[in-house]
Nanobody, 115 residues
Framework: QVQLVESGGGLVQAGGSLRLSCAAS????????MGWYRQAPGKQRELVAT???????NYADSVKGRFTISRDNAKNLVYLQMNSLKPDDTAVYYC?????????WGQGTQVTVSS
């Protein structure tokens, strides 16, 4: 099993920044992909960004140029730096990890952007 714990959410004004962190523990394998997804009230969960263990990244069009995903493989951490935040970015942000064809999710952290 893999456990994922997110942190760093909170309330921020539009135009501000937040950095989310996700710590992975448990049955960790070096080959994996980690990602951030978000779910706003009344909407489906959607991709924000992913990063492979070799550092290849992928972003949703809505966050390109504003958000940056990164990881520290030695510490089993993944980060999401969010800049120029908009009210539409308000959601619960979830970390996930894909390894050995299994997908694990964290419990989520709330991000609220006020206008």
């Amino acid at each position: 099993q893999v456990q994922l714990v997110e942190s760093g959410g909170g309330l921020v004004q539009a135009g501000g920044s937040l950095r989310l962190s996700c710590a992975a523990s448990g049955r960790i394998f070096s080959i994996n992909t980690m990602g951030w997804y978000r779910q706003a009230p009344g909407k489906q969960r959607e991709l924000v960004a992913t990063i492979t263990s070799s550092g290849i990244t992928n972003y949703a069009d809505s966050v390109k140029g504003r958000f940056t995903i990164s990881r520290d493989n030695a510490k089993n951490l993944v980060y999401l730096q969010m800049n120029s935040l908009k009210p539409d970015d308000t959601a619960v942000y979830y970390c996930n990890r894909l390894q050995e064809s299994r997908l694990y999710w964290g419990q989520g952290t709330q991000v609220t952007v006020s206008s």
